[in-house]
């Protein structure tokens, strides 16, 4: 089946830096979705891309939508220890998939260091 | 706000036992879904429902089963709690239509004995 690469797959940063992160797949996508999950919660949705290489921002984070389809990437510019978690991206296969079901990428966990 | 809610936060059962674990939410979504999530495999796909009463398998149904008999609630039952069944569950809900967004509940971190 189709599958996502998410990377890295962790990062230890000091807090003010900028962090990159981004997904990848050998197939095309219709949406990229990129969640952040702090510890013992569940994952909320930050950024939703819907069309390629859309460019969308939300706070500190900007998350575009590869222009080949096959990828995305998460940006987060001067980090705060608050930024601390697992990021994942997920993505929606052409067709909808099965019933419109996303594939998640392993997640980037992010470590800040004040 | 699209609010999702687990009955359990942290869960404790012995191995053999049946478990219910119960996701509810508020937003009318047509579709909900139960994953588990482990280190190292991220988030798999149990089972999800697309309506009331409907269920479809997902990546990884085995020693689970599902029920879904009002549009806001979607149990997920371990027939026979066994100890590889300790994960952390999360529940998402989504709704009809061209927005594939799903909205997660807290999750509910079980651990079989």
């Known amino acids: 089946g189709q599958q996502l690469n998410q990377s890295p797959q962790s990062m230890f940063i000091q807090e003010g830096e900028d962090v990159s992160m981004n997904c990848t797949s050998s197939?095309?996508?219709?949406?990229w979705l990129w969640y952040k999950q702090d510890p013992g919660e569940g994952p909320v949705l930050l950024i939703a891309l819907y069309k390629a290489g859309e460019l969308t921002s939300n706070g500190r984070l900007t998350a575009q939508f590869g222009i080949t389809r096959k990828d995305s990437f998460l940006n987060i510019s001067a980090s705060i220890p608050s930024d601390v978690g697992i990021y994942f991206c997920?993505?929606?296969?052409?067709?909808?998939?099965?019933?419109?079901?996303?594939?998640f990428g392993k997640g980037t966990k992010l470590s800040v260091k004040p | 706000d699209v609010k999702v809610t687990q009955s359990s936060r942290y869960l404790v059962k012995r191995t053999g036992e049946k478990v219910f674990l119960e996701c509810v939410q508020d937003m009318d979504h047509e579709n909900m879904f139960w994953y588990r999530q482990d280190p190292g495999l991220g988030l798999r796909l149990i089972y999800f429902s697309y309506d009331v009463k409907m269920k479809e398998k997902g990546d990884i149904p085995e020693g689970y089963s599902v029920s879904r008999e009002k549009k806001e609630r979607f149990s997920l039952i371990l027939e026979s709690a066994s100890t590889n069944q300790t994960s952390m569950y999360l529940c998402?809900?989504?709704?009809?239509?061209?927005?594939?967004?799903?909205?997660f509940g807290p999750g509910t971190r079980l651990t079989v004995t």
């Open positions: 997920a993505g929606l296969p052409p067709f909808g998939g099965s019933q419109g079901n996303l594939i």
């Open positions: 998402a809900s989504r709704g009809a239509g061209a927005s594939y967004e799903q909205y």
């Open positions: 197939s095309i996508f219709n949406t």
